[in-house]
């Protein structure tokens, strides 16, 4: 099946139409323009642009911050601003994955995103279609539309 330029597979065409089909986003989705976001390695290099404290060698990005963390620099503030960029809007990729369901009903998309491209580009194509469960939530869900995972 041809879907906008790309060709799906006979088999994720069939878990579709058959309610089977399940997608997980990552980051990825919204690095592209106009969402503009950083992959982890940027959002960690943007975060230490704001700390007195250089990241040492062969010192890992999670633990860096957590370093950074209780030195006092506000890691989840930081992170939080550069996330929920005010200039950062969808982007087709966004448009795309929610179209490949064809209904609102339909959708089963996964995200650990914390950024608002991935809400708004479903909420413009399909009105109240995200919901947000906690991690605990998920093996009671046995039907869903979208949900955003916050560890």
Do not use: Y
């Not at 030195?71 to 989840?76: A, C, L, S």
């Not at 601003?81 to 966004?94: A, E, F």
């Not at 996964?110 to 939530?137: C, I, M, W, Y």
Request: hydrophobic letters at 40%; a neutral charge; proline letters at 8%.
């Amino acid at each position: 099946m041809w879907f906008n330029d790309i060709e799906l597979p006979d088999e994720l065409s069939r878990a579709r139409d058959q309610g089977n089909l399940v997608i997980f986003a990552g980051a990825g989705v919204s690095r592209g323009p106009p969402s503009s976001l950083p992959l982890f390695t940027g959002l960690v290099e943007r975060i230490a642009e704001n700390a007195a404290t250089p990241q040492e060698s062969k010192e890992s990005p999670d633990r860096f911050l957590g370093r950074l963390h209780h030195g006092g620099t506000r890691v989840h503030e930081l992170a939080q601003t550069i996330l929920l960029d005010p200039q950062s809007r969808p982007n087709p990729l966004h448009d795309l994955l929610l179209r490949l369901f064809g209904k609102p009903k339909a959708i089963r998309l996964v995200t650990t995103n914390f950024d608002r491209p991935a809400k708004p580009g479903g909420q413009t194509l399909f009105v109240n279609t995200t919901h947000q469960l906690s991690l605990e939530a998920i093996r009671f869900v046995e039907s869903f539309t979208s949900m955003a995972l916050h560890l």
